[in-house]
């Protein structure tokens, strides 16, 4: 792969990214949207900032 290819393949990875959130989340929450969601509450109810603890948002205990 000469240089060039490289940073041309870089500048693709900027401008459209292959990482989860954008080949799995962001495809789910474009169809809640369309359903009425919000985009941006449903990308992060799909993949959050923080780690949840499942269990425990499951049973209600707040966690930090």
Known sequence: MTQAEFESWIEFYRRWPFDDRHRYYRPAAFIAASAGAKLEQALDWLQPAEPIDA?????GIPVR
Not at 55 to 59: D, G, K
């Open 55 to 59: 269990l425990s948002a499951a049973f």
